[in-house]
Nanobody
Framework: QVPLVESGGGLVQPGGSLKLSCAAS????????MGWYRQTPGKQRELVAA???????DYSDAVKGRFTISRDNAKNTVYLQMNSLKPEDTAVYYC??????????WGQGTQVTVSS
């Protein structure tokens, strides 16, 4: 298990930008494929972006071209740069291994609200 702390969420207008951060603990961080997930009430948590330890990236169709995932293995941190935000991006955002391990612990997440 890799303890995780997400931060950087907030209220932003449509078309705006936010950068999320996820700080992880543990010496094995650089070996994990990490992902950003989001969840809205009544819906399952969905993976929106992932990055391997070596930097290979994948995105869901919903965010491709607008979001950029990155990581700093020296700081045990994963980032999500979100541009051109839309109201439908409103959700609680979490990070974790991708795919997440069965019974994985999740952090508290960070709320992103896109609204005028």
């Amino acid at each position: 298990q890799v303890p995780l702390v997400e931060s950087g969420g907030g209220l932003v207008q449509p078309g705006g930008s936010l950068k999320l951060s996820c700080a992880a603990s543990g010496s094995s961080f650089s070996g994990y494929r990490m992902g950003w997930y989001r969840q809205t009430p009544g819906k399952q948590r969905e993976l929106v972006a992932a990055i391997t330890g070596s930097g290979l990236k994948d995105y869901s169709d919903a965010v491709k071209g607008r979001f950029t995932i990155s990581r700093d293995n020296a700081k045990n941190t994963v980032y999500l740069q979100m541009n051109s935000l839309k109201p439908e991006d409103t959700a609680v955002y979490y990070c974790n291994r991708a795919p997440s391990a069965p019974g994985a612990n999740w952090g508290q997440g960070t709320q992103v609200t896109v609204s005028s």
